[in-house]
Structure formats: structure tokens, C-alpha cells
Nanobody, 116 residues
């Protein structure tokens, strides 16, 4: 069983920063991809950023230049540094992990609210 423990969400003013963390626990021999998704009320869940085991990254166009995804393989942890936050970044942010055995897991979500 794999669990993803997210932290770092909260309320911030526009222009501010937050750093999300996602720690994977359980029996995991390797992690392929770690990613962050978000879902705002009334909208579909969307990919925010993704990082592979080789540290290749992808970002949604809306966050390029403002968000940075990184990972600590030894700690099986992913981070999302979010700068210059905008009200439209407000959403529940979910961590996603694809293990080396091709099983996928989701975190419980953490709320990010950006006030104008």
C-alpha cells in the first residue's frame, strides 16, 4: 500500500508564494513520475507540473515561469514551488505518483487559496 502525504497549502495574497510537498510512503521500490494536478470548483482536474525519474519536467502553460517542480528521490518526495501566485491558481492541488511497477496513486489534496 502506498500513501501520499501532502502539505504546504494555505491562504496567500496574490503575488505571494507557497511550497507544496508530497511524501510517498509504503512499499515502493522505485518511482517513475511524480506530478501535481489541480482542480478548481466546477472545473476538470488539470496537470500542473510533472517530473520524471530522469528529472525531465513539463508544465502547464498557465504556470510556466512561476512554478517549479522538483523531487528528492532518496526521500521519495516531490515539491512544487509556486511563486507570483494569482487568484486563478486557487484550487485543490493533488499529488500523483506513478511507480516503477506502473501502479498509480493520488494524494488526498491540499487547498490553495489566493486572494486578490
Amino acid at each position: 500500500q502506498v500513501q501520499l502525504v501532502e502539505s504546504g497549502g494555505g491562504l496567500v495574497q496574490a503575488g505571494g508564494s507557497l511550497r507544496l510537498s508530497c511524501a510517498a510512503t509504503g512499499i515502493i521500490f522505485s518511482i517513475n513520475t511524480m506530478a501535481w494536478y489541480r482542480q478548481a470548483p466546477g472545473k476538470q482536474r488539470e496537470l500542473v507540473a510533472r517530473i520524471t525519474s530522469g528529472a525531465s519536467t513539463n508544465y502547464a502553460d498557465s504556470v510556466k515561469g512561476r512554478f517549479t517542480i522538483s523531487r528528492d528521490n532518496a526521500k521519495k518526495t516531490a515539491f512544487l514551488q509556486m511563486n507570483s501566485l494569482k487568484p486563478e491558481d486557487s484550487a485543490v492541488y493533488y499529488c500523483y505518483v506513478l511507480t516503477g511497477s506502473w501502479s498509480s496513486w493520488w494524494g488526498q489534496g491540499t487547498q490553495v487559496t489566493v486572494s486578490s
